[in-house]
């Protein structure tokens, strides 16, 4: 049987002893701040993209990995007869998985290229089950079945305090975008089936905050919750007591709290958020 390996694209929210201890290889996109092009995970942290992004000039613009670097991984990562499960970002933000998808037709590897539906700590779900699985011997097959069944029982939820970078971003028109600064909107995203959606909208935190608590009451009755992640545009905290009202509830999980992506953290703004936890079966 064939060993597996399992590369992903640098949106995804595992941490650096994640990447270490599970074999996973990351391609990483490249972000532009002001005329400098930074390379994501290696030439600009998370933490060091906010504060450029809040001092930059104009906003940030964040590329797909190239395709070259993707065939290059997959070659490489292929020489002792592996094959490779390639799991990216939803299409609806980045095209970072149809590059990855004309790499593998590329590549002398087999390879397999999965659109995740999601990104950041829900990405990661994904991505370090089917490392585990995939260190442990598991078949293709087995890995991809596992991780389709921990996209489809995944929830993230975003909360987004200011439209200007989804306004500069194009994602929203100028005018709704001026409209709701001046009547201090915010809204609550949802990223369902590869697609983001606005689950709420209001004027000021109360809106945000009305909704969390209604998932916080489906959490709580929710007796399989396997994991949980909480990422940030510079809001620790927002975040930190968010965490302590989930820690209270699931003693035993390990909730990670991080700064988020870059190519999230540019369209979310300053002050947004995200929640994501998934469920067994």
């Known amino acids: 049987m064939a060993k597996v390996k399992i590369v992903t694209d640098s949106s995804c929210g595992v941490t650096d002893q994640e990447v270490q201890d599970y074999n996973i290889t990351i391609v990483p996109l490249t972000v532009m701040i002001d005329d400098t092009i930074y390379v994501e995970r290696e030439t600009i942290s998370n933490e060091e993209f906010l504060n450029k992004m809040q001092h930059s000039k104009a906003l940030p613009k ?46 002398k590897t087999d390879v397999t290229v999965v659109d995740s539906q999601t990104t950041d700590r829900a990405l990661a779900f994904q991505v370090i089950e089917a490392a585990k699985l995939a260190q442990a011997g598991k078949s293709r097959d087995e890995i991809l079945k596992a991780a389709v069944n921990i996209r489809d029982h995944t929830k993230l939820y975003m909360g987004v305090m200011t439209l200007d970078n989804l306004v500069k971003g194009g994602r929203i028109s100028h005018m709704t975008g001026m409209i709701s600064g001046f009547l201090n909107i915010r809204i609550v995203l949802q990223v369902t089936q590869g697609e983001l959606k606005v689950v709420a909208k209001g004027r000021g935190m109360k809106t945000i905050n009305k909704f969390f608590d209604e998932v916080y009451k489906k959490m709580a009755k929710t007796s399989n919750i396997k994991a949980i992640g909480i990422s940030h545009v510079g809001a620790l905290q927002t975040v930190l007591p968010i965490k302590e009202k989930i820690q209270e509830m699931f003693p035993d999980i390990k909730i990670l709290v991080r700064e988020t992506v870059p190519i999230i953290a540019t369209h979310g703004g300053p002050g947004a958020f995200a929640l994501m936890y998934y469920t067994g079966d």
């Open 62 to 107: 964040t590329s797909q990995p190239p395709i070259g670097k993707f065939v290059e991984t997959f070659d490489k990562l292929g020489e002792d007869g592996s094959q490779v499960i390639c799991f990216d970002m939803l299409e609806a933000i980045s095209g970072t998985v149809h590059a990855a998808e004309q790499a593998a037709q590329l590549s």
